[in-house]
């Protein structure tokens, strides 16, 4: 594993147990959260997490587990629908086996050939909130101009995976 692969994993593990974020469905949520990253850029999951995190807030008490995962599922198939496999498009996460989710092994990488544009995704978050609320440097999340930086991770990622 390089840098790159557990820098990556201990800044998601890092959002997750701050906040308690797994709740009872640790496994689960873990599986879950692995697919997520293996369709959409880290960067684009971990402001996800933290959107859904700000809207959780309003929420007493705040949702975890697998109602929170499942959350911020739906914010990514809203921001960059086309990114999420059309077989499984009608499903939502849940608790399933991971060597197979909706007919899709997570073993293999979902590969899209067109760039993703970082202008459709509506973000109300700024590198500075996003800062204050993870504790996590925003520049690997934001560029210079406060847009998200969408790049593709390299490799198979256990986000809860001790390093």
Known sequence: MDIQERITRQRVKHIVESYRLDGSDVDAFADNLTKLLEIYPQSLVE???VESIVKGWSEVPMQRGMPFI??????????QPELWPS????????SAPTSTLGGTSIEV???DP????????????TPGQFEQITGLDASLVFDDQGR???????GMIDPLEQC
């Open 87 to 94: 077989s499984q498009l009608s499903s939502t996460c849940k």
């Open 109 to 111: 990488r979902v590969a």
């Open 70 to 79: 499942q959350g911020v599922q739906e914010r990514l198939r809203a921001w």
């Open 148 to 154: 998200i930086l969408l790049r593709r991770s390299v």
């Open 47 to 49: 402001i996800a997490l």
């Open 114 to 125: 067109n760039p993703i544009n970082p202008d459709s995704i509506n973000v109300t978050l």
